[in-house]
């Protein structure tokens, strides 16, 4: 967790946390959630939903309000900001503008959560041209810099291809400058990102070819080099350099989510890879590189289906980080479960709770061969009524740590494929409660948003934001 002797100053009144631990100890208990939502109708609009979290609210766990895109074909993923705590020494800067990629039409929304946080609005929209012009595509994670500046990731070119970039946007005119990489090298792949200006680095994540997983999951893609990753891309953040690729090889495949810890001045941090289910730490070693080691295997089921056997793995989609540095959290998404690691010591993460949220096997009636595996996964798991078809995706932690809350969908072709009734009923939002000092989770029994009870037909909720900020959108810089 973060080391006590280590102090971040941040005197500013600015946006976001003066610190992770003024985050954690000090932010206030979530009101409202942000709720990024896809639609399987292609006909339909992508919306941003207003969840009401506040358990005091007549209207808690319900979708208050929904911020339409205004056309159709957008595939939202990620959310993030026009600027967060990097910027908390600047008082002139204000949180109000929900930023959100379309990943099939590269458009850019700008919602105004500020003027009424209860009923966000379109602010502009960024065309998609615009991004094709400078050869990206297929943009990924938002995050906002200390320079006044917002940055996405992108995952192709203007024609699909694997590239990984990162586009800037002036968070003030709201216009795309250009891209952020210098120099002769370029990350094959790209998908999200995370800096830490203390150590001069940023490190990148990777996918895979958007024109060949758009299409969905096929298997035999996995071992091409052409359409999936396998690397971390270490950058040098002053001059925005590619110096280093770490290759993960095939237990790294698809290396997605990356987290370093939330000490500004941490050299170390986690990254899920997705097909092989592992998490891989990352750190800077003595000689001033970059390292990773595989740190937790999931391993895969051996399942049975009309008599045949088969593996199955169980594809981590999500990872997160407390504010404290104390706990690791990750979903596995055909498995159906969320695991809690303590990663008090980051070397050896501890196993501390999992908890079991439907999965592949539970919908689809598969027999599992391990006798308590089949204790674990063989239900379906109902919560108000409701059977939770899929698995849990995208996480989202409550400042001080207390609170889970987890959503089903991970990417709308994908969901269509894999969890075909999921995408036909509609995903679902949970909570689990945590217990931050002994470690432990559990489900909220009376928490659910059913978001195929949306009033124009099912949706796919994807990734959550808080209105003042998160564990995954906010990076924290230091002054000494």
């Not at 991004?131 to 595509?137: L, T, Y």
């Amino acid at each position: 967790m973060i080391a006590k002797s280590i102090r971040v100053v941040r005197y500013g009144k600015g946006p976001g946390y003066a610190s992770p631990l003024d985050a954690f100890n000090n932010g206030p208990r979530e009101e409202l959630l942000y709720v990024v939502c896809v639609r399987p109708n292609k006909n339909k609009q992508d919306y941003l939903a207003t969840v009401d979290v506040d358990s005091k609210s007549a209207t808690y766990g319900q979708v208050i309000h929904r911020t339409y895109t205004g056309v159709t074909g957008d595939e939202l993923h990620h959310s993030g900001w026009n600027v967060c705590s990097s910027c908390h020494d600047n008082a002139a800067l204000k949180r109000d503008l929900l930023i959100m990629p379309g990943l099939h039409s590269c458009n850019v929304y700008a919602v105004d959560v500020g003027t009424d946080p209860r009923k966000p609005r379109l602010h502009k929209v960024i065309d998609g041209s615009k991004m094709r012009s400078f050869n990206c595509s297929f943009p990924h994670t938002t995050h906002c810099l200390a320079t006044g500046e917002i940055m996405i990731s992108t995952m192709g070119d203007e024609n699909e291809n694997g590239k990984g970039d990162f586009v800037l946007i002036d968070s003030k005119t709201l216009e795309v400058t250009g891209t952020w990489t210098k120099g002769k090298n370029h990350a094959k792949f790209g998908y999200d990102f995370w800096y830490q200006p203390y150590h001069d680095v940023m490190i990148s994540s990777e996918w895979g070819t958007p024109k060949y997983f758009k299409s969905g999951f096929h298997a035999e893609d996995i071992s091409d080099p052409e359409r999936y990753g396998t690397k971390l891309n270490v950058y040098k953040w002053s001059t925005r350099e590619l110096q280093q690729v770490i290759d993960l090889g095939s237990e790294g495949c698809a290396p997605l989510e990356i987290r370093f810890l939330h000490d500004p001045k941490s050299a170390q941090g986690f990254v899920g890879c997705a097909v092989q289910a592992n998490v891989y730490r990352f750190y800077k070693t003595a000689e001033g590189t970059w390292k990773a080691d595989k740190v937790i295997d999931i391993p895969a089921k051996k399942v049975f289906k009309d008599g045949v056997e088969s593996e199955l793995n169980g594809l981590i989609s999500d990872i997160l980080l407390s504010l404290d540095d104390k706990y690791l959290y990750f979903s596995c998404w055909l498995h159906g479960d969320v695991y809690q690691y303590d990663i008090s010591n980051p070397e050896h993460p501890k196993l501390i709770s999992r908890v079991h949220l439907g999965g592949k096997v539970a919908s689809e009636g598969l027999k599992i061969l391990d006798k308590e595996e089949l204790k674990n996964s063989e239900k379906p798991i109902t919560v108000k009524g409701k059977i939770l078809q899929g698995g849990p995706q995208m996480l989202q932690l409550s400042l001080d740590g207390k609170r889970l809350y987890v959503s089903s969908s991970l990417y709308s072709p994908w969901d269509k494929q894999v969890y075909p009734k999921m995408a036909e009923e509609g995903g679902w939002l949970v909570k689990l409660d945590v217990d931050t000092v002994n470690g432990g989770m559990k489900l909220d029994p009376d928490f659910l948003v059913d978001f195929g009870a949306e009033p124009d037909g099912p949706a796919l909720p994807h990734e959550m934001r808080y209105p003042g900020g998160d564990c995954t959108s906010d990076i924290w810089l230091t002054d000494d």
